[in-house]
Structures are given as C-alpha cells and as structure tokens.
C-alpha cells in the first residue's frame, strides 16, 4: 500500500476540497433552521454581536410546545425563532467568533456565513485529525489518511459542520489537544513550552463547550506516563505536579472570566450554569417517562438503533432518515471492520513489544477518548431521551482510526476469500428469507452482497499496488452518500411543497 501513497499531501488535499465541495452545498442548500439547535445558536450569535454581551438563560427560552411545532419543516418557514433561546448558557468562544462573521455579513446572508464559517472550522479539523494520527503513528500514512477521510465524509457530520453550531469549534480543539498528546508521547525533548499551549488549548476547549472536558484525563493518563518514562525515580513526583501547573494555570486563566460571570449571574453554586440549564430545559422527555410507557427493553433498543442512524444521518431535527438498506450496509461495513480489529488486536498481542510503547499508549487514548464519549451519551440518555448520534463526533478520530485499521486488516489479501465467502453467505441467506417469506425481495441489498464479494473475491487476483483502491472504497463510497443524502432525502423531505 505505501507504493500508492507517494502523494499523501496531495490525497489530503484532495479529501478537504471534496469536504468543502460537499459542506458548501449543505450549507447552501438546506433550508434555514433545519438542523438541530441551529435557531438557538444563532440567537447567542445574534445577541453578541448586537448587544455586546453575552445572554442570560431565562425560564421561557425552551418553549417545548413551540419547537414541536417549528421542527415541522411545513411550519418553519412561517414561524419566527425569537422565542428559541435555549442555548444561552453555552461558553462563549465559538458566539463571540461568530458575532464577528454576523457583523460583516448583509443581513440576508447571515444565516448562510455562519455556515460557511462552520464549513471552514470543518475543513480544519480535517487537517488537524490528519496530523494527529500522523503524529501517533510516523510512517503509517494510510491510517492518518483513511481517519481525515472518515471524518470528512460521515453524512451526518458534513451536514453538522454546515450549520451554525459550537460543535464543529469543540471538535477542532478536541483534535488539536490530541496531536499536541502524540506529538508530546514522541518529542525526546523536556521542553515546558508544549505543555503551556497544551493548557492553552484546553482552556479553548472548555471555553467553547462543556463536553470537551472528556480530554482532561487523557492528558493527565499522557502525564502519568511521561512521568514515569522521562524523570528519574526521585523526580517524578516534582516532573508531574510542575508540567501540571503549567497546563493548569492557562486553562484556568482563560476559564476564570466566564466563570465569575456565571456566579454573578445564576449563583455561586452553578459556575457553569448547568443547573440553570436543566431547570429551563426540563420540558424535554425524560427517560423515566419514556421507560414508564414502553418498557426498558424497547427503550434500550430505540436508543442503539437512533444513535447508530442518527451517527451516520438523521437529518432535520431528527425526523428525516435515510433508506434503512443504506443503515444495513453500514452496519455490515462496521462489523467487517471491526471484526478486522478484533483479528489485527490479536496478531499484535503475539507481538506487542513490537508496537513502539508510544504507539501503543497513543492507541490507549484513542480507545479511553472513545469510551468517554460513548458513556456521555449514555449518561446524558439516563435523564433525556437523546439518542443522537452527533454527541460522538467528539471522538470521530477514534472511530475513524480503529475502523481504518480494521478495513485494512479484513482486506489483506489471505483474507480476502474469506471475506467474499461471507458476503455471498449473506447474500444467499437474504435471498432464502425473501423466498420463504414470498415477500418484495431486496434486490439492492442482494445486488451489493453479491456485488461487493465477487469485487473483494476477484481484487486476490489483481497486483499488490491495486490495495490503496480497495482500501478507498468505503470513503469514496462515503463520499457519494453526503451528495445522496442531500439530494435524495435532506432536500425532497425538508423543501415543503
């Protein structure tokens, strides 16, 4: 593979144009406050930039009743989103970098530059997944590629970077603090300056939204471990609790404003004014509710399946799926890379002294990264009902890291037989169904079984250099899904008629 990877500048290159390509028509094409959140943020936008200060969340500024009617795309268009203010107890970063864009902007075209300034924060957090992984793993081009590219191209990700959110901003520093961690893991030098701009950003980061703060103890798990690998014995404790100071120190600093602020405002007990969130925003379906009606088996069911859809896209304010056979083939591409994972994980486990501890360190990150975010979720889910996939995009360059090493690893070429022989056992065990059944058969599904394992049966054949195309696939297939997703389902389901 490293023979079709001599241009990997130019590859990157090529994956962020297609992003942009792809954000740009997103931003440009789907109707005004069809997507989730976006009227309260760019009220915050609004009230920065016209009153140069930052909001008070207030009771009244989640009208559940009203936003029932407004999601309603019939109704949108006719309804104003001044009552729609829920979002004003955000930290104030991402506002005050967009109040800016909403001055030079002409009042028609606001909406539109916020959306491109969100398009562009994408189009760098695309640059800053590349170096990260670049930094984990020198020499290891194609999964720093195979991570940008994923993350340039999940539909529902594209589509959220294209509207007028602080998520896209969180998701940039989020990145950044993981490089600064690899490049740290790597550095042979005992420099104190990285560890001020690792604070630096860190404070950024909470700076623009509270969830970002699953990053502080990867950093401290970073720290533990130079400690015990860069400091002698009896200095290990002074080494720690010194570049602790200095990473501390520049992330409160940045903090302590906004934070004093909310103390003036909602209290001394609420500093990040989350209480106040929770009172104002409480109309919103509680999980005990929800369990009450249908039980906690369907409600754990609802919440995998929404949250695996609603990653890949579910678009609007939720209410606008893609074709279930396009969620079947996705579901089929991540057990295949994860059962690669799970067959990569146990060849190095002969052999993990052979991974740099670096490495495998910075792998610990990505899956500690992974696993703090899924619990978020969760979390968040065992009070509200909010399966939605998008709350993970946090840890999008853990996803796109592991599903790239999997796909690589389920296509080798020893594999690929094996790979093909289940493709086709699929195939025919959906066209059983279909026959048993004497229902509609699947012919599209059947024709992409069939199709993808004579592809991965006949590719055994072709030379070695063909690898990269096979390795490809899915993210130009990724690709073509963001333009179908939006011509095919976003705009006939949210334009109304």
Not at 169 to 181: H, I, S, T
Not at 373 to 388: E, H, K, M
Request: aromatic share 10%; with cysteine; net charge positive.
């Amino acid at each position: 593979m490293k023979a079709g990877l001599r241009s990997p500048h130019l590859i990157l290159a090529a994956i962020i144009v297609a992003y942009l390509v792809a954000g740009v028509q997103y931003a440009r094409l789907t109707p005004p406050w069809q997507a989730p959140d976006e009227p309260a943020h760019f009220n915050y936008v609004k009230y920065v930039a016209e009153h140069g200060s930052l909001p008070v969340l207030q009771e009244g500024d989640f009208p559940a009743a009203y936003l029932a009617r407004f999601t309603d795309p019939h109704n949108t268009p006719r309804m104003s989103i001044d009552p729609i203010r829920y979002e004003s107890w955000q930290p104030p970063l991402y506002y005050l970098m967009a109040a800016v864009v909403y001055r030079l902007a002409p009042a028609q075209g606001q909406l539109l530059a916020l959306r491109l300034l969100s398009v562009v924060v994408g189009a760098l957090t695309i640059y800053v997944a590349y170096r990260a992984v670049a930094a984990l793993a020198p020499g290891r081009t194609w999964l720093a590629l195979g991570t940008a590219a994923f993350v340039a191209a999940v539909p529902m990700h594209v589509a959220t970077t294209a509207a007028v959110s602080n998520d896209t901003l969180a998701e940039l520093w989020v990145d950044l603090v993981l490089w600064q961690l690899f490049a740290l893991l790597h550095a042979p030098t005992q420099r104190l300056r990285p560890w001020v701009w690792l604070g630096v950003t860190l404070g950024l980061a909470g700076l623009t939204k509270l969830s970002t703060a699953i990053v502080a103890p990867l950093a401290l798990a970073a720290l533990l471990w130079l400690a015990r690998r860069r400091a002698a014995p009896g200095q290990r404790c002074r080494y720690g609790l010194a570049r602790l100071a200095l990473l501390c120190l520049p992330a409160a600093l940045l903090l302590a404003p906004w934070l004093a602020r909310n103390v003036a405002v909602y209290g001394p007990g609420d500093p990040l004014a989350s209480q106040r969130h929770a009172q104002v925003a409480g109309e919103q379906l509680h999980t005990a509710t929800r369990i009450a009606q249908v039980g906690w088996a369907r409600v754990a069911t609802e919440f995998m399946l929404i949250s695996f859809n609603s990653f890949w896209g579910q678009f609007g304010w939720m209410g606008v799926p893609i074709d279930g056979r396009i969620y079947q083939g996705l579901a089929v591409f991540c057990e295949l890379a994860a059962a690669g994972l799970v067959w990569r994980l146990r060849t190095l486990r002969r052999n993990w002294r052979a991974l740099p501890e670096e490495e495998r360190l910075g792998l610990g990150l990505l899956a500690l990264l992974a696993l703090l975010s899924a619990a978020s979720l969760v979390g968040y889910n065992l009070t509200f009902v909010q399966p939605q996939g998008r709350y993970l995009f946090l840890a999008l360059v853990p996803a796109g890291v592991f599903l790239s090493i999997g796909w690589r690893q389920i296509i080798r070429r020893a594999l690929r037989p094996l790979v093909a022989g289940l493709l086709a056992g699929l195939a025919l065990l959906l066209a059983a169904r279909s026959a048993l059944r004497a229902g509609p058969w699947d012919k599209w599904t059947l024709a992409g079984l069939a199709g993808s394992s004579a592809g991965l049966g006949l590719s055994a054949w072709l030379p070695e250099r063909w690898s990269v195309c096979l390795y490809a696939v899915p993210y130009l297939l990724l690709l073509g899904l963001d333009f179908l997703c939006l011509h095919s389902f976003i705009l006939p389901a949210l334009w109304p008629h």
